[in-house]
């Protein structure tokens, strides 16, 4: 009997919240945090309901960006990558800066934990980011795929390390001190008195009051995605295209 999309999203949602003999039987480590997803779920079709079921299309995000987040979200997570598997933070940067264009979902829900502005870096463009790269002192934002680190306090505070996972894409995330801070330039009253949002050196920086809960929340081990519709970083990503 086939399916509908509801009935597999439930279906899908009640294998994730529970513990799953089947993955002890096939003997792979447990994160540390989340139940593993099926393999079913890697699916596209699978991460389209999830979409739908989600209402993902209703807060903003895009459904490429979701789908490919989802994606890559599995192949970390089938390669032991993560930490984290409860959580998927998406950066969609085929946005305005002018619209909340970070997304935290809870993956065993599909809950939105959080919806806010996030900027890009200063090079990369002025309300919209559409060049990036992966060299030092660029001042440009990097794509792709990113595992969250642990925090420390730096000149912008409160901070979280990013581990870029794409050589050549993102690698030098480390080196070039790109985190997670929070930022003054982020805010609504910026975007009225501009016309866009205030732009970093590269980094995603998020509303100083929000700063805290959001690293919090997704540090040590999650799944971080920063999204652009560009055909020379989906040609080039291994995690996409493995």
Same mark, same amino acid.
């Given at each position: 009997m086939r399916l509908t999309r509801h009935a597999i999203a439930v279906l899908l949602m009640l294998l994730l919240q529970s513990n799953s003999s089947s993955f002890r039987f096939l003997n792979k480590p447990e994160p540390v945090k989340g139940n593993p997803l099926p393999a079913v779920a890697a699916t596209s079709p699978i991460a389209a309901v999830l979409y739908e079921e989600w209402a993902l299309e209703s807060a903003g995000l895009s459904k490429d960006a979701f789908e490919k987040a989802y994606k890559g979200f599995m192949v970390l997570q089938a390669k032991n990558r993560l930490n984290n598997c409860s959580l998927l933070t998406i950066v969609d940067y085929?946005?305005?800066?002018?619209?909340? %264009?970070?997304?935290?979902?809870?993956?065993?829900?599909?809950?939105?934990?959080?919806?806010?502005?996030?900027? @890009?870096? %200063?090079?990369?463009?002025?309300?919209?980011?559409t060049d990036f790269s992966n060299?030092?002192?660029? @001042?440009?934002?990097?794509?792709?795929?990113?595992?969250?680190?642990?925090?420390?306090?730096?000149?912008?505070?409160?901070?979280?390390?990013?581990?870029?996972?794409?050589?050549?894409?993102?690698?030098?995330?480390?080196? %070039?001190?790109?985190?997670? @801070?929070?930022?003054?330039?982020?805010?609504?009253?910026?975007?009225?008195?501009?016309g866009y949002l205030g732009r970093s050196y590269g980094c995603p920086a998020v509303p100083l009051e929000q700063t805290k809960k959001i690293i919090d929340a997704i540090k040590n081990g999650?799944?971080?995605?920063?999204?652009?519709?560009?055909?020379?970083?989906?040609?080039r990503s291994t995690i996409l295209n493995s």
């Open positions: 085929s946005l305005s800066s002018v619209q909340k %264009r970070l997304f935290v979902l809870e993956m065993t829900t599909g809950k939105l934990l959080f919806n806010t502005l996030v900027a @890009h870096g %200063r090079r990369s463009g002025l309300e919209r980011a060299a030092g002192e660029s @001042h440009k934002s990097s794509l792709g795929f990113f595992i969250t680190q642990g925090t420390y306090k730096g000149s912008n505070g409160y901070s979280l390390k990013l581990r870029g996972c794409e050589n050549g894409i993102n690698s030098n995330a480390l080196n %070039r001190a790109i985190v997670m @801070h929070g930022a003054d330039y982020v805010s609504e009253r910026f975007i009225r008195q501009n999650s799944c971080m995605f920063l999204y652009y519709p560009s055909k020379k970083y989906f040609s």
